[in-house]
């Protein structure tokens, strides 16, 4: 099964609808959202700095870069123009931000022309990560920084024992939702070939327990993906739902997640 994500362009409506209601409920979690101000209130800009935000989606963390950040100037780019459109509904008021159809590797956006790029769980969705540092670099003025945050997914885990039967929910997220879940480890050599200096990689635990509403997100729909795919049935699936809504039903549930935050600068020539 291939990460939907990759395919992000060629989806229906339905399909971004529920991809942009996960999106929503991410960041406007408590978790998320403190994770977020944390490592948004490390990104330097001063007065008038352009902020090119790579897989903006539907907007729903282009609102956390403005209060965290306030740029002059915020451009989001996505390969999905249904999301884009959402974005541009969000924040029809905003003059400072604008949105168009662009890829992480191919923003359609001038040489040297940004302060600071900021990819928020994008790279883990990458078939060629290297080809987005690339263009990551060529739009950022000498001196300006990359910011990229995303999930080790590869930590994930809902386990309460060793064999725990819900875990193979996960492998149903790293299945159908991740195309890297290791891109995270990877991320600092491949800036440096890139050109860039890495000035800081930092951890984020992220652990749902009492209202996981995120990550009950990502596994159903990383199991009905499953189920269109042919992988098992809709009896399977079911089942794994009742078991992680009973768990937080009775106060059980637990799911966990190490997120990263890598930063880097282009140097300046000299």
Do not use: W
């Not at 690339?134 to 910011?147: D, F, I, N, S």
């Not at 009973?246 to 020539?269: D, Q």
């Amino acid at each position: 099964m291939v990460d939907l994500h990759t395919q992000i362009r060629e989806q229906p409506r339905d399909v971004l609808k529920v991809i942009a209601r996960s999106m929503d409920i991410r960041a406007n979690e408590p978790e998320m959202q403190a994770i977020c101000a944390r490592y948004m209130s490390q990104i330097p800009l001063a007065d008038g700095g352009r902020v090119l935000e790579v897989g903006c989606g539907n907007g729903a963390t282009t609102g956390l870069l403005m209060t965290h950040l306030d740029p002059a100037e915020l451009v989001g780019v996505d390969p999905a123009p249904g999301l884009i459109e959402m974005a541009e509904e969000t924040f029809a008021g905003e003059i400072r931000a604008s949105f168009h159809a662009g890829e992480a590797a191919r923003t359609e956006e001038p040489d040297s022309s940004f302060d600071v790029v900021v990819a928020h769980t994008v790279y883990s969705h990458l078939t060629d990560p290297e080809a987005a540092l690339a263009e990551a670099h060529r739009v950022l003025k000498p001196g300006g920084r990359l910011v990229i945050f995303d999930g080790d997914f590869a930590t994930t885990t809902v386990e309460l024992f060793a064999g725990d039967p819900l875990q193979a929910a996960v492998g149903a997220i790293i299945r159908n939702m991740v195309h890297a879940p290791f891109v995270m480890r990877h991320l600092p050599t491949l800036a440096a070939e890139a050109g860039f200096t890495v000035t800081m990689v930092e951890p984020h635990g992220y652990v749902q327990t009492a209202s996981p509403d995120y990550l009950l997100s990502l596994i159903s729909r990383s199991l009905d993906a499953g189920v269109r795919a042919g992988d098992f049935g809709a009896v399977l699936s079911d089942g794994f739902k009742r078991e992680a809504q009973r768990r937080v039903e009775n106060g059980t549930f637990y799911g966990a997640v190490m997120f990263l935050t890598l930063f880097a600068e282009k140097p300046i020539a000299v």
